[in-house]
């Protein structure tokens, strides 16, 4: 099955870092990927839509220049959190949809990443 | 407002017993996925239904798409401990568009 692979699966950093976190689908082409954000025993929320090639979608009071996403290729998009600071502490998750006909194909999720900012 | 209404929030049970749990909305859904979570690690996507009406079996678990589309439930037969985790619905509006979650299932099975 469809493979997405997300990295680092957990950073510590000090506040005022930049981090940044990588999303590659590794055995498809993904036109669209999604950037969510999980706080404990809580559900998905969107952060951003992204598309390759062109900029990012998103949701509304998610901050773009806190939140930097790029998706320079059909199989890499990247989420920087720029100036971290201890509010942004949470799971990070990439989700990734390749293109086919069949338009309701499903994402499939990266293992997450565990930040964390002290 | 939440799109997706994921009941119940928590579900507490013995091995062996059913269970069933419910997504609903008023909005039409142009698909629905259920989704499993273990802590710390990604969704792991278990199905996708289209169809209205539609009935999907995946071993011990039965998944319904209602008929409006706008409606979908999760049931196990037989649970086990294995079985514990988050479940997650969510669902595209249109083809193609971003999954709306709802606010997940945390079922634990105890033996």
């Known amino acids: 099955g469809a493979v997405v692979s997300q990295h680092p699966s957990r950073v510590i950093c000090k506040s005022g870092t930049s981090v940044k976190i990588e999303c590659r689908s590794l055995?498809?082409?993904?036109?669209?990927m999604f950037w969510y954000r999980q706080f404990p025993k809580q559900s998905l929320m969107l952060m951003a839509t992204?598309?390759?090639?062109?900029?990012?979608?998103?949701e509304q009071g998610v901050e773009k220049d806190k939140f930097l996403i790029n998706h320079a290729s059909l199989t890499l998009s990247t989420l920087t959190v720029t100036s971290a600071h201890p509010e942004d502490s949470s799971f990070y998750i990439c989700?990734?949809?390749?293109?086919?006909?069949?338009?309701?194909?499903?994402?499939?999720f990266g293992d997450g990443t565990r930040l964390s900012i002290l | 407002t939440q799109l997706l209404k994921q009941s119940p929030q928590f579900l507490s049970i013995q091995e062996g017993e059913n269970l069933t749990v419910y997504c609903n909305s008023s909005?039409?859904?142009?698909?629905l996925q259920w989704y499993r979570q273990e802590p710390g690690e990604g969704p792991v996507l278990l199905v996708t239904v289209v169809t209205g009406g539609e009935v999907k079996k995946l071993k011990r678990l039965t998944f319904q798409f209602g008929d409006a589309r706008k409606d979908s439930s999760l049931h196990i037969t037989a649970a086990q401990p294995g079985d514990t985790g988050l479940y997650l619905c969510?669902?595209?509006?249109?083809?193609?568009?971003?999954?709306?979650f709802g606010k997940g299932t945390t079922l634990s099975v105890s033996s």
């Open positions: 909005s039409v859904f142009s698909s």
């Open positions: 055995d498809f082409q993904a036109t669209t």
């Open positions: 989700s990734a949809r390749g293109y086919d006909r069949d338009s309701n194909q499903p994402q499939h």
């Open positions: 992204s598309n390759e090639g062109s900029k990012a979608t998103y």
């Open positions: 969510a669902g595209a509006r249109q083809a193609g568009t971003a999954l709306i």
